[in-house]
């Protein structure tokens, strides 16, 4: 789709008009150049500036709430933080060369990451996490294995 033909840039009812209160992301002039008196608003927006600096050694995160259910990893280069309920304290912070198996236990909408270091340590994230959770922990741990039979 070219400049021209967007619509969705368009003031309703004035098909001429551009809603201009970010100014029309389709002209990289309207956003000028840094130091510009004239740079809007939407030009210095930068949704990274809401969160605090990540930890130079992280090299994986995910976390989000189900149904007010927290669930979250990080892995370092020389630990795991698994954050849980059903984590004592909600988190678990362990060694990465302590970790002995790990594996996934599908659901529907969500799955859980088993990891097997010390003891057995479990989250459940959404299922949109699980293609790049399962490859930072394969390249961190090697692959996954089955599950022990109870």
Known sequence: ????????????GRPEQ?????G?????????????AARTPAADLFFGDFAPPLDPDLIFECS???????????????????ESPDEPDGEAVFASDSVRSWWLVEGEAFFALVVEAD???????????KAVLRAAFA???GPATTPPVA
């Open 1 to 12: 789709m070219d400049a021209e033909s967007d619509e969705s840039r368009r003031v309703p």
């Open 18 to 22: 551009l809603d201009a209160a970010f």
């Open 24 to 36: 029309d992301f389709n002209d990289a002039s309207d956003f000028g150049q840094i130091g510009d």
């Open 64 to 82: 989000a709430s189900i149904n007010g259910e927290h669930g979250a990893v990080a892995l370092y280069e020389d630990r795991v933080i698994v």
């Open 119 to 129: 003891v057995l340590h479990r989250t459940r994230l959404p299922s949109g996490f």
């Open 139 to 141: 390249k961190a741990f």
